[in-house]
Nanobody
Framework: QVQLVESGGGLVQPGGSLRLSCAAS????????IGWFRQAPGKEREGVSC????????????YYTDSVKGRFTISRDNAKNTVYLQMNSLKPEETAVYFC??????????????????WGQGTQVTVSP
């Protein structure tokens, strides 16, 4: 049974930091790219950052949406089947539910398309004074 469980969300002041975690089980971890996506109220879900699979010829390639480059860092701990998203200098407009997802395809497709076949339940991130 494929399972992705996000944690680490919460309330943070503008300019603050959070680290999200995505713990995975039930599938061949090494064969899957992992991505972080977010959805704010009234908006479409968008890709935030993705990391390639362990077996990818481009191992550990990472991709970021332009608005988070230089502030967010994605990483994976293969011993723990966990992917992290370190988020620094958070902005109020980044308030959203953050989801992680797994794809047997390329992390380059870092947008919520059909290749992302498994999703977590999401964790709320609120950036507010």
């Amino acid at each position: 049974q494929v399972q992705l469980v996000e944690s680490g969300g919460g309330l943070v002041q503008p300019g603050g930091s959070l680290r999200l975690s995505c713990a995975a089980s039930g599938f061949k971890w090494n064969y899957y790219s992992i991505g972080w996506f977010r959805q704010a109220p009234g908006k479409e879900r968008e890709g935030v950052s993705c990391i390639s699979s362990v077996i990818s010829s481009n191992d550990q390639n990472t991709y970021y949406t332009d608005s988070v480059k230089g502030r967010f860092t994605i990483s994976r701990d293969n011993a723990k089947n966990t992917v992290y998203l370190q988020m620094n200098s958070l902005k109020p407009e980044e308030t959203a539910v953050y989801f992680c997802a797994a794809s047997p395809g390329s992390a380059y497709a870092c947008y919520p398309g059909p290749s992302w076949s498994a999703w977590g339940q999401g964790t709320q991130v609120t950036v507010s004074p």
